[in-house]
């Protein structure tokens, strides 16, 4: 079974600092990795997605993401948090084959200082 | 382009009675998911279409909850009766089917059973 893994529920950075939001996915077929952001009362929107070719994907607002299949990872950085970015981040994994499922990880709230 | 349209987007019920949610996926994506997002959590499957057949709905709590997407096109989620910890918001999503793309989703029916 897919599982995806969000290391950390709560993470706080100060502005202009690196964010960095871990995620570890277990499969044993290639996936379809996603970042997602969810502001309050809102629904999700995507940042970035990973399907083939290049391992490291850049999204919107300044995020970027790297496949690393050694490491079952796909972690989430920024190189200096805005106040705006604050929100929930969930990383998500999409799996050919009978399953089919996009399942997300549990979350991680980003606090962001001043 | 028109987004994943929800509605309501907020409902207050008392347990024991029935609620019914609707989604309007984006035109021409052929599957559909229905999540449910407990408060602190990441988004769960309940339900996913392809078209107007059930992909999945191994997650779905058949007892109470069923959902329907007749033409392949909009789709209804009921819940009969209601339990306290049906509380959550509720997520449509769509997505076309093929493998490398991402889901889109709405903006949530938030649902408090008291």
């Known amino acids: 079974a897919q599982s995806v893994t969000q290391l950390g529920s709560h993470v706080s950075v100060s502005e202009g600092a690196l964010v960095l939001l871990r995620c570890n996915y277990s499969s044993s077929v290639p996936p379809y990795l996603f970042w997602y952001v969810q502001y309050p009362n809102q629904g999700l929107q995507l940042l970035l997605k990973y399907t083939t070719g290049a391992t490291l994907v850049k999204g919107i607002n300044g995020f970027e993401a790297e496949f690393k299949k050694s490491e079952t990872s796909f972690h989430l950085t920024k190189p200096s948090a805005h106040m705006s970015d604050a929100a929930e981040y969930f990383c998500?994994?999409?799996?050919?084959?009978?399953?089919?499922?996009?399942?997300f990880g549990s979350g991680t709230q980003l606090t962001v200082l001043p | 382009e028109a987004g994943v349209a929800q509605s309501p987007r907020y409902k207050i019920i008392e347990k024991r009675q029935s609620v019914a949610f609707w989604c309007n996926p984006i035109?021409?994506?052929?599957?559909l998911y229905w999540y449910q997002q407990i408060l602190g959590q990441g988004p769960k499957l309940l339900i996913q279409?392809?078209?107007?057949?059930?992909?999945?709905d191994s997650q779905l709590p058949k007892d109470r909850f069923s959902a329907e997407r007749l033409k392949g096109v909009d789709s209804t989620l009921k819940i009969q009766p209601a339990k306290l910890e049906d509380s959550a918001v509720y997520l449509c999503a769509s997505r076309v089917a093929r493998m490398n793309t991402e889901a889109f989703f709405g903006q949530g029916t938030r649902l408090t059973v008291v």
């Open positions: 279409f392809q078209n107007n057949g059930v992909v999945d």
């Open positions: 035109s021409g994506h052929a599957t």
């Open positions: 998500a994994v999409f799996i050919s084959g009978s399953a089919r499922q996009l399942t």
